[in-house]
Nanobody, 112 residues
Framework: QVQLVESGGGLVQPGGSLRLSCAASGSILSFNPMGWYRQAPGKQRELVAS???????KYADSVKGRFTISRDTAKKTVYLQMNSLKPEDTAVYYC??????WGQGTQVTVSS
């Protein structure tokens, strides 16, 4: 069983920054890949960014150049640095591990 605990969400003005963290615990051979997804009201959950154990990253077109995903393998933690935030980034952000496990989600609201 794997547990994922997200933190770092909140309310921020347009153009601001937030850093999300996701700490993983439990027994799994490899936390690979790890990713961030988001779901806005009335919309489907979508991939924001993912990272493999080898450091390969993938981003949604809408966040390229603004968001950066990283991981600390020793701490079993993945981060999402979000810069130049826009109102359309408002959503619940979920951490995912190996396409199987989900965190409880953390709300990000971008509003003036």
């Amino acid at each position: 069983q794997v547990q994922l605990v997200e933190s770092g969400g909140g309310l921020v003005q347009p153009g601001g920054s937030l850093r999300l963290s996701c700490a993983a615990s439990g027994s799994i051979l490899s936390f690979n890949p790890m990713g961030w997804y988001r779901q806005a009201p009335g919309k489907q959950r979508e991939l924001v960014a993912s990272i493999t154990s080898g450091g390969n990253t993938k981003y949604a077109d809408s966040v390229k150049g603004r968001f950066t995903i990283s991981r600390d393998t020793a701490k079993k933690t993945v981060y999402l640095q979000m810069n130049s935030l826009k109102p359309e980034d408002t959503a619940v952000y979920y951490c995912n591990c190996s396409y199987l496990y989900w965190g409880q989600g953390t709300q990000v609201t971008v509003s003036s």
